[in-house]
């Protein structure tokens, strides 16, 4: 079992910076991915950012040159650090871990952004 905790939503005006914070912890393997997901309202839940255990990234285009995903010093920490803020990226974001096949996720946290 994988416990997942995010933090660090809230509400920013437009152009501002937020970063977002997620630890993981229980059964995690070495080997891993991590990730940023986030669901707009009235849409289905995308793909933010995913980076592997490896330090491999990958974004999604819409948050390309704005976002950075990372890992922290501590131990299954993973980071998104968002900045230039539009109102397209109000979401609840959700913490991603897959460290087999099975995917975990975090509870979600609320990012706003007002115009």
Do not use: H
Request: proline fraction near 3%.
């Amino acid at each position: 079992q994988v416990q997942l905790v995010e933090s660090g939503g809230g509400l920013v005006q437009a152009g501002g910076s937020l970063r977002l914070s997620c630890a993981a912890s229980g059964n995690i393997r070495s080997d891993n991915v991590m990730g940023w997901y986030r669901q707009a309202p009235g849409k289905a839940r995308v793909l933010v950012a995913i980076i592997t255990s490896g330090g491999m990234i990958n974004y999604a285009d819409s948050v390309k040159g704005r976002f950075t995903i990372s890992r922290g010093s501590a131990k299954n920490t993973v980071y998104l650090q968002m900045n230039s803020l539009k109102p397209d990226d109000v979401a609840v974001y959700y913490c991603m871990m897959r460290p087999a096949s099975i995917q975990y996720w975090g509870q979600g946290t609320q990012v706003a952004v007002s115009s």
